[in-house]
């Protein structure tokens, strides 16, 4: 790090990672000494404290397992650098990048997240999961997300703090992340990387944390813009009722009080939406 380079903070939550936390925190003391080093132990059962102290880094324990969204808000907490590097204590993710992700960051972003490639994916499965996460996170903010679940990230730590009350304690607060930084305005950009083969158990479930990522996208699209999500399910709503008049009419030459309903609903649930809208702007204006 050059002496003008602002204050460095790097993050590592660790549940059960004694076989690869003291190779990940040797590697990034040796190429930032400077830095903050912070091994978040999330109640672990093994020696991931101590090796994490043997190599040189600062441990802050959990009294028991509290889920590694949690483990990221206490290091949000305690890290007093002014930028914050997030990494997986687990041999993912490769100490060498983070001097990418440094440099990226300082030409004007807020944050910077490692992009996976396609072929550092854990399994064909969960590679279609997270295209699928990609394109509907673009869609639902506008921009591009090219990786939605990635855990390797550089932010500035005030704007991260921000949204520390919105963060889940379980595996989704890449995904909360992302969407709040995009729709609060922030510069977002995204540095390719090569994720490497975990060492040890990983501790997603596929199915279970899919289907949470999923709700976290759409909570937070309905948080900062209610809209992106009312206005196609009203449009549903009329298609349905249009669809249902057209057979009604062909067949009975009759108005069906279904198309009634059905139109209503979709009148009704456009309105709601409407009224959220204006409700997060002034919500969001009044935090700002």
Same mark, same amino acid.
């Given at each position: ?9 790097? %993050? ?7 076989? @690869? ?37 600062? #441990? ?22 002014? #930028? ?20 990226? +960051? ?34 639902? %903010? ?12 550089? #932010? ?23 969407? @709040? ?54 449009? @549903?709503?009329?298609?349905?009722? +249009? ?7 062909? #067949? ?14 979709? %009148? ?21």
């Amino acid at each position: 790090m050059r002496k003008d380079s602002p204050a460095l903070s790097v %993050v590592l939550p660790a549940k059960n990672e004694a076989g @690869a936390v003291g190779a990940t925190v040797e590697g990034i003391r040796s190429r930032l000494a400077d830095a903050e080093v912070l091994v978040i132990d999330d109640g672990s059962e093994d020696d991931t404290a101590s090796m994490a102290k043997a190599f040189g880094a600062a #441990v802050i324990s959990h009294p028991y397992s509290m889920g590694n969204g949690a483990a990221i808000k206490t290091g949000a907490r305690h890290a007093t650098g002014e #930028v914050i590097v997030f990494m997986d204590a687990d041999g993912q993710h490769d100490p060498a990048d983070i001097p990418r992700l440094l440099e990226r +960051l300082g030409r004007g972003f807020d944050m910077v997240v490692g992009a996976r490639s396609n072929d550092s994916q854990a399994s064909v499965g969960r590679g279609l999961a997270n295209r699928f996460y990609n394109r509907l996170a673009s869609w639902m %903010v506008g921009q591009r997300v090219q990786d939605l679940t990635s855990g390797f990230r550089a #932010v500035k730590a005030d704007k991260f703090r921000e949204f520390l009350h919105l963060l889940p304690n379980g595996f989704s607060y890449p995904t909360t992340t992302t969407m @709040a930084f995009f729709r609060a305005g922030y510069p977002v950009a995204y540095e390719p990387i090569v994720a490497g083969k975990r060492i040890g158990k990983s501790h997603i479930r596929l199915v279970r944390d899919g289907i949470r990522f999923l709700l976290i996208i759409f909570k937070i699209g309905t948080l900062y813009s209610p809209l992106k999500l009312f206005l196609p399910i009203a449009f @549903a709503h009329f298609l349905l009722g +249009l669809g249902y008049y057209g057979y009604t009419f062909t #067949v009975d030459h009759r108005l069906s009080s279904i198309t009634v309903f059905l139109w209503s609903a979709s %009148v009704t649930i456009f309105l709601i939406g409407l009224v959220s809208e204006q409700i997060t702007q002034l919500m969001y204006k009044r935090e700002r």
